[in-house]
């Protein structure tokens, strides 16, 4: 899987959208990216995955640019609850001998602010 | 309620012994997962099972073993052979083996080895 490359921490003040960059900048034609958060001392909260067209559901928004070397991820209005570590991860759809784990970096420590 | 459940949340033992972490989840899926966490750190792939009677070694399998008998459960055995087994473990479980489904993961169990 290509490796991913995020800010070790950001801050963003409630109310306000948070937008989260990441680097793939080795990403290859079938890798996926996604987005999982982990709440502290909890188990990680998938989020939102895409290829490469924008994706919207009730959490965020996944937004990809076109060469697909970066993606950002959107929280509209952010909370207090979305404090977190916000990982991005790519991953090839499928492989030959069927789906491994997931590999996690270090994410991105979101910090909302009242 | 569908979910996975990981027991006990907090677990002591003393060094030398073996320990077996449970992770059983009731949403049909064919795929599970154990990931250990350590502070600061992401999430490391210990073992993962695409199906029953079935499972392969991750990046960090040594001084760790596991079974997977029945379709929802998929202990996890942390033997006196791993030499740091004091972490955060994560189980997770996906709906198929293809890969693109997202992982939902359990609550954890952190494990403290004196």
């Known amino acids: 899987d290509a490796k991913t490359t995020q800010p070790t921490s950001m801050d963003c003040a409630e109310g306000r959208a948070a937008n989260l960059p990441c680097n793939h900048s080795?990403?290859?034609?079938?890798?996926?990216v996604y987005w999982y958060r982990q709440i502290h001392s909890q188990g990680p909260q998938y989020i939102i995955h895409g290829l490469k067209n924008n994706e919207t559901n009730e959490m965020a928004s996944l937004i990809i640019t076109e060469d697909r070397k970066s993606s950002t991820l959107i929280l509209p209005h952010a909370t207090l609850r979305d404090t977190a570590v916000y990982y991005c991860?790519?991953?090839?759809?499928?492989?030959?001998?069927?789906?491994?784990?997931?590999?996690f970096g270090k994410g991105t420590h979101l910090i909302i602010q009242p | 309620d569908g979910g996975i459940t990981q027991s006990p949340k907090y677990l002591f033992r003393k060094e030398g012994q073996n320990v077996t972490l449970s992770c059983e989840q009731n949403?049909?899926?064919?795929?599970m997962y154990w990931y250990r966490q350590d502070p600061g750190q992401g999430l490391r792939l210990i073992y993962y099972s695409q199906i029953v009677n079935d499972f392969q070694k991750g990046d960090i399998a040594e001084g760790y073993s596991v079974s997977r008998e029945k379709k929802e459960s998929f202990p996890l055995t942390v033997t006196s052979a791993q030499k740091n087994p004091t972490a955060f473990y994560l189980c997770?479980?996906?709906?198929?083996?293809?890969?693109?489904?997202?992982?939902?993961f359990g609550p954890g169990t952190r494990l403290t080895v004196t």
């Open positions: 991860i790519v991953r090839v759809a499928y492989r030959g001998g069927g789906a491994d784990g997931l590999t």
């Open positions: 997770a479980s996906s709906p198929s083996s293809s890969g693109l489904n997202e992982q939902y």
């Open positions: 949403l049909n899926h064919d795929a």
């Open positions: 080795t990403i290859s034609g079938n890798e996926y």
